[in-house]
């Protein structure tokens, strides 16, 4: 009996495009849920995520029950890494930071039982043989195993062409964030000086016969790429989804309850000149409309202020949300109108 065929790999081999999610979240159950999604292929992160052998083994067993097939990335592409790996059932392996040709050709070595590869013999303990149960395990494998690479920054960039001529290479992802970093623009994946890298990248990528991957949240960009031939895309990361979800659901939540207020007056007959004096100083941080004798401070925290003035006192309205520090606010408030009025004592009395 040979080893088991990988789905993925044959409409790769097809110019069928694979639609993927990265799983950052390390558990099974997590894993488990995300393969009922619906998505062609998981990528189980140990490059970026806390995922040991034994947490990616367990997402290798909850997803191989569904359709949707799974990629691993480890940390690093050492051989003993990617030996393990296989061995734990991983039939598509994406290996990070590949920046030369020897590199490639090594990358293809650890994947390939000897005499032509280095990956050693141990198939019998092997959850990838059914622990020896496929008999054929051993000279069917490299048939079904996909190596794709990772090439990530200007080292990689610049020896693509190489890379491409690698055989034994399935396919090559382009990594925008650390390309990005690496070109001087850390935290802007989609800054206009990296984006046609990538682009340039994948065309030739897939002038070159290869399966072009990548990974980005940025539906233009998908297209784009899509239209230029990718043909295994990631749209999505299980974190960031999660993470803005629950903030989304927290917000609406805590919508349910009403904001903190309170107001007071503050005697003078210099209140317009305050209001002025207030709303133009926060002018550069928050949103303020004003005018002679009226003005709204807003600021992204939630937090609020509105003033109104007239010949002989001023009005001041302190707004927070439901869960915010409103003492603190008046007293930000406060601070900061009897700098204003040095010339005078001015003190707001909250009671009114």
Known sequence: MPAPKNPFKAALAKGELQIGCWLGLADPYVAEISATAGFDWLLVDAEHAPNDLRSITGQLQVIAAYDSHAIVRPPIGETWVVKQLLDAGAQTLLIPMVESADQARELVKAVTYPPHGVRGVGSALARASQFAAIGDYLTTARDEICLLLQVENRAGMAALDD???????????????????????????????????????????????????????????????????????????????????MRASAENGLSLLPDQSVSGVARTASARKYLQQLCKHWSHKAEVNFDADEGHVSFPDGSSVTLKADDNKLTVAAVTGPRGDLARWQNVIEDHLVRFAYREELKIDWSE
């Open 163 to 245: 890379i491409l001529t690698v055989d034994g290479v399935d396919g090559v992802f382009i990594g925008p964030s650390d390309l990005a970093a690496d070109m001087g623009f850390i935290g802007n994946a989609g800054a206009e000086d990296v984006k046609p890298e990538v682009l340039n990248g994948l065309r030739k990528i897939v002038a070159a016969g290869k399966a072009a991957g990548i990974l980005t949240l940025d539906p233009g960009m998908q297209k784009a790429c899509v239209e230029l031939g990718a043909t295994f895309v990631a749209t999505e990361i299980d974190v960031t989804l999660f993470a803005r979800n």
